[in-house]
């Protein structure tokens, strides 16, 4: 017997598996820390950049990140996951180097460009990698706890790292960007030593990534009638766009107009961050806690629901009241986002281009979201933020309320992960082949 395939303890792993984990947090903690989050407008703004400049690149940003997302997933899964964790890795080491290099408004286009193109990159691949990777050593039952945990390890070196910035740059100005290129380094080492999976039958590992455009263009289409054929498929992505949207838009383009509507002074505004961030870390961290009396996809939707309770909350609260419901937001959005990954994953079918799926629902979850922050915009500039909060929780239940009435009705049912392995019962937990909850894989039925 190989030695990667003895087990580790108790835990069920095998070596081979327990190293794709550690990888893995190392490579999402390290790709993800851009130290120059906390800064990057202040450091836009003394290079000598516009307001309509700076937010001008961040639209282009959102736009180039949405046009990246489908040929990148086609790329994976044609070159192979841990490739193309490593290519994402080399593009964002050069990406933070861009604005040492000319800090202008050219270089720092570059800059975003480069980020969409090397996010885009690994968007997708990275969860098919673990996806792949510990169902190919038979722990796919970890996966759901491995990707938590990666939030949460990535969320909390955040937490760490970030007040440093501002003394950091006292030292030496272009230290954020600096760092965020080391970090990126630090990533494409943990890529370079992910283990080659076992296997290729997870589309983790393409053999025949030299045979042309048709490839692409055939993986493009099985990805597009994999999601047409499928109604579970595609319900399950539409589901966790309002998870995206509103933890995208509360906690990115309304954080700091909530705050100053409700008179907290901006000196506290990143002791509010932190502790969302320390909620979201310790929700993400620890999916098992919900209870398993519900099935996963009813979780999303009562989570959903919890996020747009929380924000319609907050018009009627005073500021330690906003506060707190700041960080309930930001753990139901910690529970929330690896449970919706593991949803989508099990919907995947094994032998389609699971790279390349993931790519599509990133595409439309960013395409809400556009839209919803222009609608935002128009909002806030009518001085009308409580309306902003009520409509967006008023659509999220109508969304799920929708969502909820497709399942029931039997228009759209759960299918089950293959030959062998029974159906989930309806509204029920997925039951195993061992005949245990919770274990199933649900697998799209395809015509292709």
Same mark, same amino acid.
């Given at each position: 017997?190989?030695?990667?395939?003895?087990?580790?303890?108790?835990?069920?792993?095998?070596?081979?598996?327990?190293?794709?984990?550690?990888?893995?947090?190392?490579?999402?903690?390290?790709?993800?820390?851009?130290?120059?989050?906390?800064?990057?407008?202040?450091?836009? #703004?003394?290079?000598? $950049?516009?307001?309509?400049?700076?937010?001008?690149?961040?639209?282009?940003?959102?736009?180039?990140?949405? $046009?990246?997302?489908? =040929?990148?997933?086609?790329?994976?899964?044609?070159?192979?996951?841990? *490739?193309?964790?490593?290519?994402?890795?080399?593009?964002?080491?050069?990406? *933070?180097?861009?604005?040492?290099?000319?800090?202008?408004?050219?270089?720092?286009?570059? /800059?975003? !460009?480069?980020? @969409?193109?090397?996010?885009?990159?690994?968007?997708?691949?990275?969860?098919?990698?673990?996806?792949?990777?510990?169902?190919?050593?038979?722990?796919?039952?970890?996966?759901?706890?491995?990707?938590?945990?990666?939030?949460?390890?990535? !969320?909390?070196? #955040?937490?760490?790292?970030?007040?440093?910035?501002?003394?950091?740059?006292?030292?030496?100005?272009?230290? =954020?960007?600096?760092?965020?290129?080391?970090?990126?380094?630090?990533?494409?080492?943990?890529?370079? &030593? $992910?283990?080659?999976?076992?296997?290729?039958?997870?589309?983790?590992?393409?053999?025949?990534?030299?045979?042309? %455009? %048709?490839?692409?263009?055939?993986?493009?289409?099985?990805?597009?009638?994999?999601? @047409?054929?499928?109604?579970?498929?595609?319900?399950?992505?539409?589901?966790?766009?309002?998870?995206?949207?509103?933890?995208?838009?509360?906690?990115? *383009?309304?954080?700091?107009?909530?705050?100053?509507?409700?008179?907290?002074?901006?000196?506290? /505004?990143?002791?509010?961050?932190?502790?969302?961030?320390? @909620?979201?870390?310790?929700?993400?961290?620890?999916?098992?806690? +919900?209870?398993?009396?519900?099935?996963?996809?009813?979780?999303?939707?009562?989570?959903?629901?919890? +996020?747009?309770?929380?924000?319609?909350?907050?018009?009627?609260? %005073?500021?330690?009241?906003?506060?707190?419901? +700041?960080?309930?937001?930001?753990?139901?959005?910690?529970?929330?986002?690896?449970?919706?990954?593991?949803?989508?994953?099990?919907?995947?079918?094994?032998?389609?281009?699971?790279?390349?799926?993931?790519?599509?629902?990133?595409?439309?979850?960013?395409?809400?979201?556009?839209?919803?922050?222009?609608?935002?915009?128009?909002?806030?500039?009518?001085?009308?933020?409580?309306?902003?909060?009520?409509?967006?929780?008023?659509?999220?239940?109508?969304?799920?309320?929708?969502?909820?009435? !497709?399942?029931?009705?039997?228009?759209?049912?759960?299918?089950?992960?293959?030959?062998?392995?029974?159906?989930?019962?309806?509204?029920?937990?997925?039951?195993? &082949?061992?005949?245990?909850?919770?274990? &199933?894989?649900?697998?799209?039925? #395809?015509?292709?």
């Amino acid at each position: 017997m190989r030695a990667a395939s003895s087990k580790a303890g108790t835990t069920g792993l095998t070596d081979t598996a327990r190293r794709i984990i550690h990888l893995n947090y190392g490579f999402q903690l390290l790709f993800n820390l851009l130290w120059w989050m906390p800064v990057f407008y202040a450091y836009q #703004k003394a290079a000598g $950049l516009s307001d309509g400049q700076i937010f001008g690149i961040q639209s282009i940003y959102y736009v180039a990140f949405c $046009l990246f997302e489908i =040929p990148t997933g086609l790329i994976a899964d044609r070159i192979g996951t841990r *490739n193309c964790l490593r290519a994402g890795a080399v593009v964002m080491t050069a990406a *933070n180097l861009a604005p040492v290099v000319s800090a202008s408004y050219t270089g720092f286009l570059v /800059h975003f !460009l480069a980020i @969409a193109a090397g996010r885009s990159l690994t968007s997708g691949a990275a969860s098919a990698y673990l996806y792949d990777g510990l169902r190919a050593e038979k722990c796919g039952e970890h996966y759901l706890k491995a990707e938590g945990t990666a939030r949460a390890l990535g !969320l909390v070196a #955040k937490v760490v790292c970030w007040p440093l910035v501002g003394p950091l740059m006292a030292v030496a100005h272009p230290t =954020p960007y600096v760092l965020s290129a080391a970090s990126a380094a630090g990533s494409l080492v943990c890529a370079v &030593a $992910l283990p080659r999976l076992a296997g290729a039958d997870g589309g983790s590992e393409k053999t025949d990534a030299g045979r042309g %455009g %048709g490839a692409f263009l055939r993986d493009a289409g099985t990805a597009l009638r994999c999601v @047409a054929s499928s109604r579970w498929l595609a319900l399950v992505m539409v589901q966790g766009v309002a998870i995206f949207t509103l933890s995208r838009i509360c906690q990115v *383009n309304l954080f700091q107009p909530i705050l100053l509507d409700h008179g907290i002074a901006e000196a506290s /505004h990143g002791g509010v961050m932190a502790a969302m961030t320390v @909620a979201e870390a310790v929700a993400s961290a620890r999916p098992q806690w +919900l209870s398993r009396r519900l099935p996963p996809v009813a979780w999303v939707s009562i989570l959903s629901l919890a +996020l747009a309770g929380t924000l319609a909350a907050m018009t009627f609260g %005073g500021p330690w009241a906003v506060v707190v419901l +700041l960080c309930l937001f930001a753990a139901a959005t910690g529970f929330a986002y690896p449970i919706q990954r593991k949803l989508v994953n099990d919907a995947v079918p094994a032998d389609a281009p699971r790279a390349t799926l993931l790519s599509v629902e990133s595409i439309v979850d960013r395409a809400v979201c556009a839209l919803a922050a222009i609608a935002a915009g128009a909002y806030l500039a009518a001085g009308r933020l409580d309306a902003l909060l009520w409509h967006s929780a008023l659509a999220t239940a109508v969304l799920i309320g929708v969502f909820q009435l !497709l399942l029931r009705s039997g228009m759209v049912r759960r299918e089950s992960a293959g030959p062998g392995v029974p159906p989930a019962p309806p509204g029920g937990t997925p039951v195993g &082949a061992d005949g245990r909850p919770g274990t &199933a894989r649900s697998r799209v039925r #395809k015509q292709l």
